[in-house]
């Protein structure tokens, strides 16, 4: 479908937040408080595994174990059902860059193979109901330094698997699993080894003001995944990685009721849904978010191998800046093919400014199954490019983006 590109006489300077969002998170989410400790821990300079996994099981419900001083050095952690990890400012929790720590079995961990499942988390939470991460500190999963035992990094086995088309075995940093009303507060994240942060098959998940780094060269160094999630609220958060900022995912089970709040990303793939839809992704609300120096903006993606119904998502109140596609929605990423029909419909971009020029490719499968997209308020860069196909888009845009990028609770572009 071939659109009309207008002009429009006002000039976009700013784009103002509209603080009466409707949220799509079913929880009433407020800023989180940090739990008091039930005892804080001083590094040793070695090894502090034991000693930090000892304080956890021995936690007072409700309670914080308190990393209070120095780096620590640790192997894999478990935080119990009800009790959460406060790094405070100024510390650093430090991955083991050992493979054989990580080991689910078989040697395969700091290996590369077909299914690329070999590894432990660094940090794992497992049917646990109101657990958390807090803090100011620093939590470094250490993609980039050597594997004890081996010559390459983390992030060196990642781009070993891509040339021969398999996959590594990296640990995750942080992985929630099966629970219930898990917070991540403040925490900085960086140089994870695989996935920053995943909450699988979880209802209520909240992150608030924290940080992710990682560099734009490290594969597949997503974020933060909600994967068959629902009752996500992500909110004041800065992002920069070598993957998707947030993917939202729904590989196992629906993800549903999502809010994505006043966020902003500065490197890596952009704002993604999929490409694992297979059981459906919908009630999404992405709203206050800034995008700088990214491959993608509002990025979309599945294919037949993965695909599944995404929609009722909203985008509203974004601003993209030097993305090389502000808006990609594509049924057919990566010509994977099976018998799981992708199907994405009621998708409203809402108050979008683009500063700079980039491609938009709306790709749908087939004309019989369209992708439908409303455009409401829509501004670009004069000199945009656009690839559409077996896309029913309602609306227009307006070829008069100028300005900055800068929204309320976020820094400037």
Known sequence: MQLQSLSFLATVTVFILVHHVTARDLRHVTEPKTPQACVSLKSSGKDDTVAIQKALDSCTHGKAVALSSGIFYSGPLTIPSGVSLLVEQGVTLKASTDPKLYDLGGNKCGTIDELGLGCKPFIKMHGAKGSGIYG????????????????????????????????????????????????????????????????????????????????????????????????????????????????????????????????????????????????????????????????????????TLRGGLVTNITYENICVHNAGSPVQIDSNYYHYHGNNTPSFRNITIRNLKVLGNGTYIFHGLSASDPIQVTLEDVHITKGSKFSIRNSNIKGTWNEDARGSCAFAGNEAV
């Open 136 to 303: 100011k500190g620093t939590i470094d999963g250490r993609g980039g330094t050597k594997m004890v035992g081996s010559n390459i990094t983390w992030w060196h086995l990642a781009r070993n698997a891509v040339v021969v088309r398999q996959l590594q075995n990296n640990p995750r940093l942080i992985q929630i699993n099966n629970s219930m009303d898990i917070t991540i507060y403040q925490i900085t994240l960086t140089n994870s080894p695989f996935y920053h942060l995943v909450a699988h098959e979880t209802n209520g998940f909240t992150v608030w003001g924290i940080k992710i780094i990682a560099p734009f060269s490290a594969l597949n160094t997503d974020g933060i995944d909600p994967v068959g999630t629902q009752n996500v609220t992500i909110a004041h958060c800065n992002i920069s990685t070598g993957d998707d900022d947030i993917g939202i995912k729904a590989l196992t089970a629906p993800t549903r009721h999502v809010s994505v709040l006043n966020n902003h990303f500065y490197g890596g793939v952009g704002m993604s849904i999929g490409s694992e839809t297979n059981h459906g992704v919908r009630d999404v609300l992405v709203s206050g978010l800034t995008i700088n120096s990214t491959h993608n903006g509002l990025f979309i993606k599945s294919n």
